[in-house]
C-alpha cells in the first residue's frame, strides 16, 4: 500500500488531521490538539516556539497523547501505557509549568513558572544547536524520542535522542486499523 494512500486511511478511520505533502502548520497544530504524521518515520510531536502548557495535550494517530503534567513532568503516552517522560517531580503540583521548544538553539526545555514569567527550568535536553527549524518527534517504531534540526520534511541532524519505554504491550502498529487479510 502506498504511504500517501496509507496515510488517508489513517485520517479517514480516525477523523483525525493528518498531513501529507503540504506544509506543516505550527501554531494551528498545538490549537488544533492533534499530532501529525510523516511518511518519512517521524510522528512529529512539537514545532520549534510550540508549547504545552500544564493540563494540556496533544493527542493523534497510533494512539499517542503528549501530556505537559501539572508537576512539571512531560509524558508521552500510547493509549494508557507511558511509552516516555522527562521526569517527576513529586514536590509540585501548582500547575505553573510549561514545556517549549526553542527555534534559536533547538533546546527542548520544561520551565516552572508561564510563558511570560518563567521561574526555573525542571528539565532541558541541553543540546544545543545553532538558529534553526526543529522538531521533537516519536520514531514510527515507538522506540525513540528526538530533537531534530531541520523540517519534519527535511530532517538535517538529530540533536538528541532518548529511547522510550516500550514493552511488549506496545505495538507500533495503529490499534484502530481492521486486520488485514491474507
Known amino acids: 500500500v502506498p504511504a500517501g494512500l496509507l496515510l488517508l486511511l489513517l485520517a479517514s478511520c480516525t477523523n483525525r488531521r493528518l498531513f501529507h505533502g503540504s506544509p506543516t502548520p505550527s501554531r494551528s ?20 516556539r510550540d ?11 497510533y494512539g499517542i497523547r503528549l501530556i505537559q503534567e501539572r508537576n512539571g513532568n512531560l509524558v508521552l503516552y500510547q493509549d494508557a501505557n507511558v511509552l516516555w517522560e522527562s521526569g517527576k517531580n513529586e514536590n509540585e503540583s ?6 517549549i521548544l526553542q527555534r534559536e538553539d533547538g533546546n527542548f526545555i520544561s520551565w ?8 526555573e527550568i525542571v528539565w532541558e535536553t541541553q543540546r544545543t544547536g545553532q538558529s534553526d527549524n526543529y522538531f521533537f518527534a516519536l520514531s514510527t517504531d ?31 502498529m495503529p490499534t484502530y486499523l481492521p486486520p488485514q487479510s491474507t
Open 142 to 172: 515507538l522506540k525513540k524520542v528526538s530533537v531534530n534540526r531541520g523540517l519534519p520534511s527535511n530532517m538535517l541532524e538529530e540533536m538528541w535522542s532518548e529511547a522510550t519505554l516500550i514493552s511488549p504491550e506496545l505495538s507500533s
Open 51 to 61: 508549547y504545552l502548557l500544564a493540563g494540556t495535550s496533544l493527542t493523534g494517530a
Open 112 to 119: 516552572r513558572g508561564t510563558t511570560e514569567e518563567k521561574e
Open 94 to 99: 501548582d500547575g505553573k509549568y510549561f514545556t
Open 29 to 48: 497544530l498545538i490549537r488544533s490538539r492533534n499530532l501529525f504524521i510523516r511518511d518519512n518515520g517521524f510522528i512529529v510531536l512539537m514545532e520549534d
